[in-house]
């Protein structure tokens, strides 16, 4: 029963009656209080309403017939932002209590409540920024319940004023006189202040200099300029500068020394958004909703320069969130929104680290001196098909917990993976994620990894009795697992972590087939896998088909340079005396050392075995002129899906072969695809058409194994997941080869398909091992 539906139900026995009422879920920091003030004041019943870390409590008094109407108006009467997880209702003793009260929040103690998320600046609070009679018009940091601050100024639980970063400001008359004032929409806002009393904007020029006037104004004049400014938001800086300026985006790509990354684009609204993009309903829902992530659209033409996001078919969007962002995008349609910081470090949100980008990066600083609590950077989603698939979690979404499908016997944390690290905490059978937290290349990243990983264990007061890691070795994550005293230690496989990931999510009981299409992780025989075909369970899994190995030749400078793993594919093919063969263009190696790295892989010289589709990705876009060499993870892939995206020419599929291997698994055969469009290239087909018949290629393996896999072993239910599955094309080619299939294909939809999601799945593991008794545990 849902919450309406429990209270409804629930009689009490006196009249008159007193009632205790403990609610869990999105409760504290979204108007839950004041909304059962309003319902307990218009009903007529005595009692209070109290945070606490056990949720919110609530005690209500009064005859059987006002009891009656406040159990049954308290649903209707709940805020926008509020979600109800439990409820539970019980009969205790009257006291004779008949006036209603919003009581002190109860002391810290052991915490049962969800953290507050970040939310979107609301259209009442929008409509005041922007009324010249109101106290608040142009004030850049208005909120109210429903909307603006939380996760990121929150520095305990409950959620009270106290135990936030604007503790550090008193309220003044008029605030506190709206935060005490039930019918005001700002009665216990803990963020609320107003010019007079809370943070205030500042404007800094590359010398760390104040610049006089209006600090708005004055960053609107730089950033015409075609300056690079700072923006501090919610969870750290943005970099802003004009999209439609070639020069600017190009100066920022030298300076953040981001060649190629994609940039996000801040609109101005929809409407801006729709000129440029294409959006669906799906993803005009999530632009404008409260979360406000950024949305993976397809572009309308090429209506911005090259630079914003080069050799991509989509451009990363989102609407402004935060009232300061609002001010500056009166003056812009759109503008170049990035993470402030060095390519691969983590986010910037603070002053002492803002000087080591104020003048080598930034040309100015729009500062604030509300203090950020936690870096957060902006949330990333698309939607194949209509259906929200998460490729970063972060701002909106975290912390609020995923509901876990086996429930850990002990505390445990999970610490991920390498890449898009993101760490996980277990209790009360949720899984409450850390936003997404970068790469862990550096000690900076390291250091923020701890930081916040101690940070939320103290805020949800756990002691993890048990850590769930990856199984490689030299992850920083595995190390740091190995480093903890006191605690067992259970050791998950990368794509089992990423499956039982997606079982979780969809509430499968298993077992299941999965397909797990990455870059790398680390296999149970030491390889480095990444074309996955598992049957999966929660606590286990069987390997039943996977790419056939092929050689990493140089090691992470396979991964680097492309051309390497395209040499190796067609080596596969054509044999050692590829490089005699005349090979059709646009193929060259022309003026690469093609011969010692074929001599290296044959070897076996520093060439590790992959079964990598990711792999396979990057030697494809090599062999269709997408580049010998890339500057971030998956640009290859992301640059060959873009040719796709342009053709016009949809004939046919190329085809994978799979046969029983020697290790007892199906061994999957490139080399028919890898032949097959080079004959296609040779007879002069379009690249963008051969790029389309790959991606299909890719779909009608995935599709026509998975279910060749499922009869064999009774599965009705496939899972997708793995960095491969970013690929919008890729996903909607699968979902087009799926129609009509008697087995039902599942794809991640609250954590990341990537790395992100790893911890997530690795929770899930490691709690059904521990519930089976099966861990095997290295500590």
Not at 287 to 303: D, N
Not at 679 to 693: C, F, H
Not at 753 to 778: C, H, M, T, W, Y
Request: aromatic share 8%; glycine share 10%; hydrophobic share 45%.
């Amino acid at each position: 029963m849902n919450a309406n539906e429990i209270l409804k139900a629930f009689q009490p026995k006196g009249d008159p009656a007193r009632v205790r009422i403990r609610v869990t879920g999105r409760v504290q920091g979204v108007g839950f209080r004041p909304s059962v003030y309003r319902v307990a004041t218009r009903t007529g019943v005595g009692g209070w309403v109290r945070n606490t870390r056990l949720g919110v409590v609530i005690e209500i008094e009064g005859s059987a017939r006002v009891i009656q109407a406040f159990l049954r108006g308290f649903e209707g009467g709940l805020p926008p932002l509020a979600r109800i997880d439990s409820i539970e209702a019980v009969e205790i003793e009257p006291v004779g209590e008949s006036e209603f009260a919003i009581a002190p929040s109860e002391k810290p103690g052991v915490a049962d409540t969800l953290f507050p998320v970040d939310t979107a600046v609301c259209a009442e609070c929008l409509a005041e920024l922007r009324d010249p009679a109101n106290k608040r018009y142009h004030y850049p940091f208005i909120n109210c319940t429903n909307c603006g601050p939380r996760f990121t100024i929150i520095e305990g639980l409950p959620y009270d004023r106290p135990l936030t970063t604007m503790q550090e400001f008193e309220m003044d008359g008029f605030c506190r006189s709206q935060y005490t004032n039930p019918s005001d929409r700002r009665f216990h806002a803990e963020p609320i202040s107003c010019p007079d009393c809370g943070p205030s904007l500042m404007l800094f020029d590359e010398r760390f200099t104040e610049v006089p006037g209006d600090p708005v104004a004055g960053a609107v004049a730089m950033i015409e300029k075609g300056l690079i400014v700072a923006v501090k938001g919610l969870g750290g800086y943005h970099l802003a500068c004009l999209a439609t300026d070639g020069n600017a985006v190009r100066r920022l790509r030298e300076r953040k020394k981001r060649p190629a990354k994609p940039f996000a684009c801040m609109f101005r609204d929809l409407a801006a958004v729709e000129r440029r993009c294409l959006a669906g309903e799906a993803e005009r829902k999530m632009l404008i909703s409260s979360e406000a992530p950024i949305v993976l659209l397809r572009r309308r033409g090429r209506t911005l320069p090259d630079a914003v996001a080069p050799r991509n078919g989509y451009l990363g969007v989102f609407l402004p969130y935060t009232p300061i962002h609002h001010l500056l995008m009166e003056h812009f349609d759109v503008l170049i929104m990035t993470s402030a910081n060095f390519t691969d470090e983590p986010l910037i949100s603070m002053e002492e680290e803002l000087m080591a980008i104020l003048g080598s990066i930034a040309d100015a600083a729009l500062v604030h001196n509300r203090r950020i609590a936690h870096k957060c950077d902006d949330s990333i989603l698309f939607a194949p098909g209509g259906s929200i698939v998460p490729i970063r979690r972060a701002r909106g979404y975290v912390p609020e917990p995923v509901r876990l499908p086996v429930r850990a016997p002990v505390p445990m944390a999970a610490f991920g993976a390498q890449e898009k690290s993101v760490f996980a905490l277990s209790k009360e059978g949720k899984a409450y994620l850390s936003p997404h937290l970068g790469d862990l290349g550096d000690l900076r990243s390291e250091e923020n990894y701890r930081r916040e990983l101690a940070g939320f264990a103290r805020m949800l007061a756990i002691a993890p009795e048990v850590i769930v890691h990856d199984m490689h070795p030299d992850y920083f994550t595995t190390r740091l697992a190995a480093s903890i005293g006191g605690v067992k230690r259970i050791a998950v496989q990368h794509h089992h972590a990423h499956a039982a990931g997606v079982m979780a999510e969809r509430g499968l009981p298993g077992p299941v087939i999965a397909v797990a299409f990455d870059g790398t992780g680390y296999g149970t025989d030491g390889a480095l896998w990444g074309g996955e075909f598992l049957l999966a369970r929660y606590d286990g899994f069987e390997r039943l088909a996977a790419l056939r190995y092929a050689p990493l030749p140089g090691g992470e400078a396979a991964i680097r340079e492309p051309w390497r793993m395209a040499l190796v594919y067609l080596q596969g093919v054509y044999g050692d005396a590829v490089l005699e063969k005349a090979l059709p263009r646009p193929i060259s190696f022309e003026g690469l050392p093609a011969k010692e790295v074929l001599a290296i892989a044959k070897r076996g010289v520093n060439s590790p075995l992959a079964s990598s589709m990711g792999r396979l990705f990057d030697a494809v876009a090599f062999l269709l002129d997408c580049g010998a060499l890339v500057s971030y993870e998956a640009e290859a892939a992301v640059a060959l899906e873009a040719l796709a995206l342009e053709a016009t020419d949809m004939r046919g599929a190329y085809s994978f072969e799979w046969k029983s291997g020697p290790a007892g698994y199906a061994e999957i055969d490139p080399g028919p695809v890898i032949a097959a469009f080079v004959d296609d290239l040779a007879a002069g087909r379009e690249l963008t058409a051969i790029a389309a018949a790959f991606h299909r290629g890719v779909a009608r393996l995935v599709v026509d194994l998975a279910a060749e896999l499922s009869n064999a072993h009774g599965c009705t239910d496939v899972v997708l997941s793995g960095g491969v599955f970013q690929n919008r094309y890729l996903c909607e080619c699968v979902r087009e080869r799926a129609q009509g299939s008697p087995f039902r294909f599942h794809q991640n939809g609250l954590v990341p398909p990537n790395d992100g999601g790893i911890a997530f799945g690795q929770l899930v593991v490691g709690a059904a091992r521990l519930l089976k008794g099966s861990e095997d545990f290295d500590g």
